[in-house]
T-cell receptor, first 114, second 105 residues
Framework: KAGVTQTPRYLIKTRGQQVTLSCSPI?????VSWYQQTPGQGLQFLFE???????NKGNFPGRFSGRQFSNSRSEMNVSTLELGDSALYLC?????????????FGPGTRLTVT | DAKTTQPPSMDCAEGRAANLPCNHS???????VYWYRQIHSQGPQYIIH???NNETNEMASLIITEDRKSSTLILPHATLRDTAVYYC??????FGAGTRLTVKP
């Protein structure tokens, strides 16, 4: 099986701009989660989508949004970028079987806001 | 917030066993314990999971106490490539700060 893919891998944006990141999950996985990782805050949960519906949400402002398509691919959008949004954004594709919830992470998109 | 507590850092000599502890005193009866690791600048990698019994796979062993309030991940023969941040997770996949394991020659 192909792994989780994220595009783009690197991105440089300017304050005030918006950005859209994409994630393609492992085939057959219907759940996609997004995380933000910064040196100061560690790995923080943004939101999870399952079958095109947001199932869980972390504690991030409304500038951070996401969606999931019928093929399970997901996008996240950050509007009005701030310098503090510079981070590694990780997508995880999940399977839930017999009570076991396994996440498989993509390589991440490194966003730099200048 | 994460439901787990881990030491921030540990060192281990190459070739020796690395034992990484995790406290999860508020774990619910049906929640699994998961371990992931993250090598610098890569996405976290799944290692192992367990519910009540001890588990072993090609990467590691997981020892869960009888009361399920703590667990230990064991890397039996640590190599330099095992240097990473190790995360212990319970329940809803909220990651804590993890343990930074440094394997030294």
């Amino acid at each position: 099986k192909a792994g989780v893919t994220q595009t783009p891998r690197y991105l440089i944006k300017t304050r005030g701009q918006q950005v859209t990141l994409s994630c393609s999950p492992i085939s057959g996985h219907r759940s996609v989660s997004w995380y933000q990782q910064t040196p100061g805050q560690g790995l923080q949960f943004l939101f999870e989508y399952f079958s095109e519906t947001q199932r869980n949400k972390g504690n991030f402002p409304g500038r951070f949004s996401g969606r999931q398509f019928s093929n399970s691919r997901s996008e996240m959008n950050v509007s009005t970028l701030e310098l503090g949004d510079s981070a590694l954004y990780l997508c995880a594709s999940s399977s839930f079987l017999a009570g076991v919830y396994e996440q498989y992470f993509g390589p991440g998109t490194r966003l730099t806001v200048t | 917030d994460a439901k787990t507590t881990q030491p921030p850092s540990m060192d281990c000599a190459e070739g020796r066993a690395a034992n990484l502890p995790c406290n999860h005193s508020t774990i619910s009866g049906n929640e699994y314990v998961y371990w992931y690791r993250q090598i610098h600048s890569q996405g976290p990698q799944y290692i192992i999971h367990g519910l009540k019994n001890n588990e072993t796979n090609e990467m590691a062993s997981l020892i869960i106490t009888e009361d399920r309030k703590s667990s230990t991940l064991i890397l039996p023969h640590a190599t330099l490539r095992d240097t990473a941040v190790y995360y212990c997770i319970v329940g809803d996949m909220r990651f804590g700060a993890g343990t930074r394991l440094t394997v030294k020659p």
